[in-house]
């Protein structure tokens, strides 16, 4: 057992004064075969504590379904880490932000139209307290008062920024103690008068987040919080990328000199992020602020170790700053994880989506559109189908509210692309004897911060043909978690369901799977580059690695060498435009933009 508690001004650990040194790391961005690799590099950089978020939808992807295996063995990353020598900050759900999908809320809270997010609404708490039951007990033996490595959790995240409901966040606290978790408890907030009024409440230590102005912000602070230790909970010293915008970064020098006078005030504080790591799959959120901004797989965020984990200039600026404030151990860094370039592969089998709709899902009938939470559905894309009658002439095809991306088919042929920063009108002449219109839609990341965050998927709002609302419609899920019944045809065989030649997405304007195998003698980390493809999603080995798309900045996606076989290989690609050539290759360097 051991004491994490206040003093004054000061954290005091074991009865001493100490200095919360800390890096996030979260374990659901970095294969669990890393974890260790990226605790001793964190160690190594004069860290002497991790700080994880506890993403929900990761944890309970579906109403009393829980994982905790694999990527999700939240309870084995904070063990390695008190094995690594190493104090825990943890910070669970209900809402982390974190720039995950749904700040981490599970899609399935949007099924009910009238539950609140984040307020002491009943129904919203009956779920928030059937997940605690599962969760905080895991966390109870690795408390540090039950001699384990946790000696803080926060409550919430950033609630100031959403909103003022201190029955809420007093519910939340009050439930997580009498789950036993008998450790410092605090909140994080902006350091501005409305966050903290809205964040703070009795008997929890408020915390502040800021990238720079170390010495303004805990000003702020003080004026509500005159004593107790000073902590920036979020030390914001790189960025993250959003699709369709240049590339983040922020130099070594203006982090370390912001480090320097937070250190200066004498205050403790936690980098988000000391490794970014990867959304994997479709796990990425987005932003919306004038307009939705879907964020790219990589989580490198330009910090102290890359995507890959490699330590960047910030590593060494940061250590030759904490040097001055703390006695280090010698910098002894793990063996470096070697990169490969395994060359091209060529995908030369093709499946046509449409004539793969049995494989990959089970139709289901609705009078309207409904979106994919109405259907049971999270994460993937959505097919719309249904037939219009004919003859119609000069009208248009209007989707009152596309979430996110979605392609337009008339009898199989593209006819344009609908995107919700871009709704345009679609131009559709009808023939006489009618046409089967399909529209695939792709959710590209749920709204995870800000007043927009109810961000159901699909279409929301209906499908007009001028002002004509189209009904009775076939709606296909299609998440893509299992791609094994897929079946492929080598290059350009075979047909689609018109009997047409069905060939390469280039040749027929539909969304197509390609396939190809490649060898590995020894598994080493790569990148797969997409040069000549235009957007789509790669699995390797079945495991989603996540988006690729023309538009940049990121032109890579990671591979850590863990998810390849010794031996034979399988990639598949589900391209949504075409490919100038069925080929990708494997590099030993990462493209960020």
């Given at each position: 057992?051991?004491t994490?508690?206040?003093?004054?001004?000061?954290?005091?650990?074991?009865?001493?004064?100490?200095?919360?040194?800390?890096?996030?790391?979260?374990?659901?961005?970095?294969?669990?075969?890393?974890?260790?690799?990226?605790?001793?590099?964190?160690?190594?950089?004069?860290?002497?504590?991790?700080?994880?978020?506890?993403?929900?939808?990761?944890?309970?992807?579906?109403?009393?379904?829980?994982?905790?295996?694999?990527?999700?063995?939240?309870?084995?990353?904070?063990?390695l880490?008190?094995?690594?020598?190493?104090?825990?900050?943890?910070?669970?759900?209900?809402y982390?932000?974190?720039?995950?999908?749904?700040?981490?809320?599970?899609?399935?809270?949007?099924?009910?139209?009238?539950?609140?997010?984040?307020?002491?609404?009943?129904?919203?708490?009956?779920?928030?307290?059937?997940?605690?039951d599962?969760?905080?007990?895991?966390?109870?033996?690795?408390?540090?008062?039950?001699?384990?490595?946790?000696?803080?959790?926060?409550?919430?995240?950033?609630?100031?920024s959403?909103?003022?409901?201190?029955?809420?966040?007093?519910?939340?606290?009050?439930?997580?103690?009498?789950?036993?978790?008998?450790?410092?408890?605090f909140?994080?907030d902006?350091p501005?008068d409305?966050?903290?009024?809205?964040?703070?409440i009795?008997?929890?230590?408020?915390?502040?987040?800021?990238?720079?102005?170390?010495?303004?912000?805990f000003?702020?602070?003080?004026?509500?919080?005159?004593?107790?230790?000073?902590?920036?909970?979020?030390?914001?010293?790189?960025?993250?990328?959003?699709?369709m915008e240049?590339?983040?970064?922020?130099?070594?020098a203006?982090?370390?000199?912001?480090?320097?006078?937070?250190?200066?005030?004498?205050?403790?504080?936690?980098?988000?992020?000391?490794?970014?790591?990867?959304?994997?799959?479709?796990?990425?959120?987005?932003?919306?602020?004038?307009?939705?901004?879907?964020t790219?797989?990589?989580?490198?965020?330009?910090?102290?170790?890359?995507?890959?984990?490699e330590?960047?200039?910030?590593?060494?600026?940061?250590?030759?700053?904490?040097?001055?404030?703390?006695?280090?151990?010698?910098?002894?860094?793990?063996?470096?994880?070697?990169?490969?370039?395994?060359?091209?592969?060529?995908?030369?089998?093709?499946?046509?989506?449409?004539?793969?709709?049995?494989?990959?899902?089970?139709?289901?009938?609705?009078?309207?559109?409904?979106?994919?939470?109405?259907?049971?559905?999270?994460?993937?894309?959505?097919?719309?189908?249904?037939?219009?009658?004919?003859?119609?002439?000069?009208?248009?095809?209007?989707?009152?509210?596309?979430?996110?991306?979605?392609?337009?088919?008339?009898?199989?042929?593209?006819?344009?692309?609908?995107?919700?920063?871009?709704?345009?009108?679609?131009?559709?002449?009808?023939p006489?004897?009618?046409?089967?219109?399909?529209?695939?839609?792709?959710?590209?990341?749920?709204?995870?911060?800000?007043?927009?965050?109810?961000?159901?998927?699909?279409?929301?709002?209906?499908?007009?043909?001028?002002?004509?609302?189209?009904?009775?419609?076939?709606?296909?899920?299609?998440?893509?978690?299992?791609?094994?019944?897929?079946?492929?045809?080598?290059?350009?065989?075979?047909?689609d369901?018109?009997?047409?030649?069905?060939?390469?997405?280039?040749?027929?304007?539909?969304?197509?799977?390609?396939?190809?195998?490649?060898?590995?003698?020894?598994?080493?980390?790569?990148?797969?580059?997409?040069?000549?493809?235009?957007?789509?999603?790669?699995?390797?080995?079945?495991?989603?690695?996540?988006?690729?798309?023309?538009?940049?900045?990121?032109?890579?996606?990671?591979?850590?060498?863990?998810?390849?076989?010794?031996?034979?290989?399988?990639?598949?690609?589900?391209?949504?435009?075409?490919?100038?050539?069925?080929?990708?290759?494997?590099?030993?360097?990462?493209?960020?933009?």
């Amino acid at each position: 057992m051991a004491t994490f508690g206040i003093q004054g001004n000061d954290f005091v650990y074991e009865g001493k004064p100490i200095r919360i040194l800390s890096g996030a790391i979260h374990y659901f961005r970095v294969v669990p075969e890393y974890w260790e690799d990226r605790l001793l590099k964190l160690k190594a950089c004069g860290f002497n504590t991790v700080e994880t978020y506890v993403p929900w939808n990761v944890h309970e992807p579906t109403p009393g379904q829980f994982v905790f295996e694999g990527l999700a063995d939240v309870e084995r990353f904070v063990r390695l880490a008190g094995e690594t020598g190493l104090h825990v900050i943890v910070r669970p759900s209900p809402y982390i932000c974190a720039e995950w999908e749904f700040g981490g809320l599970p899609a399935w809270l949007l099924e009910d139209a009238n539950l609140r997010l984040r307020c002491f609404d009943e129904a919203y708490l009956a779920k928030v307290d059937a997940y605690f039951d599962e969760l905080l007990p895991r966390f109870k033996p690795l408390l540090c008062t039950n001699g384990g490595p946790i000696v803080a959790m926060q409550i919430e995240n950033e609630y100031g920024s959403y909103g003022n409901d201190k029955a809420y966040l007093e519910y939340i606290r009050d439930g997580m103690k009498k789950r036993g978790m008998d450790v410092l408890l605090f909140t994080s907030d902006g350091p501005e008068d409305h966050m903290l009024q809205g964040g703070m409440i009795d008997g929890v230590l408020e915390t502040v987040n800021f990238g720079s102005r170390a010495a303004e912000a805990f000003r702020k602070l003080r004026e509500y919080q005159p004593e107790g230790p000073l902590m920036c909970t979020e030390f914001w010293n790189g960025w993250f990328d959003h699709w369709m915008e240049e590339h983040q970064s922020r130099p070594a020098a203006d982090v370390a000199e912001a480090l320097e006078e937070m250190l200066r005030e004498g205050a403790s504080v936690n980098f988000y992020m000391f490794h970014g790591g990867t959304n994997f799959g479709f796990y990425n959120g987005a932003n919306h602020i004038k307009r939705y901004e879907p964020t790219v797989n990589s989580y490198d965020y330009d910090t102290l170790l890359d995507e890959s984990g490699e330590p960047t200039e910030k590593f060494w600026a940061v250590r030759r700053v904490l040097e001055r404030y703390a006695e280090l151990p010698e910098a002894k860094l793990p063996a470096p994880i070697p990169k490969r370039a395994y060359g091209e592969v060529r995908l030369e089998e093709t499946a046509d989506l449409f004539r793969q709709l049995d494989r990959l899902s089970s139709p289901v009938r609705r009078a309207a559109p409904e979106p994919m939470e109405k259907v049971g559905q999270a994460y993937g894309f959505i097919l719309y189908s249904t037939r219009v009658t004919g003859p119609r002439s000069g009208m248009s095809l209007i989707l009152q509210e596309v979430r996110d991306r979605a392609l337009v088919f008339a009898d199989g042929k593209h006819v344009g692309t609908v995107e919700r920063w871009n709704p345009v009108e679609l131009p559709l002449e009808v023939p006489a004897e009618g046409l089967r219109l399909d529209i695939l839609v792709e959710n590209m990341g749920r709204v995870n911060y800000g007043p927009l965050m109810r961000d159901p998927k699909g279409i929301t709002e209906g499908v007009r043909l001028g002002n004509q609302f189209l009904y009775d419609w076939t709606i296909r899920p299609l998440p893509l978690d299992s791609l094994a019944g897929l079946e492929f045809d080598s290059a350009g065989e075979g047909q689609d369901e018109a009997g047409r030649a069905s060939g390469s997405a280039s040749e027929t304007g539909h969304p197509t799977f390609y396939r190809g195998t490649f060898r590995v003698e020894e598994r080493s980390d790569t990148f797969v580059r997409f040069d000549g493809w235009t957007k789509g999603v790669a699995f390797l080995n079945g495991f989603n690695l996540g988006r690729y798309w023309e538009v940049g900045p990121t032109r890579t996606l990671y591979v850590p060498a863990p998810l390849l076989r010794e031996g034979e290989n399988e990639l598949i690609v589900f391209e949504l435009h075409g490919t100038s050539a069925p080929v990708v290759r494997l590099t030993d360097k990462a493209d960020l933009g």
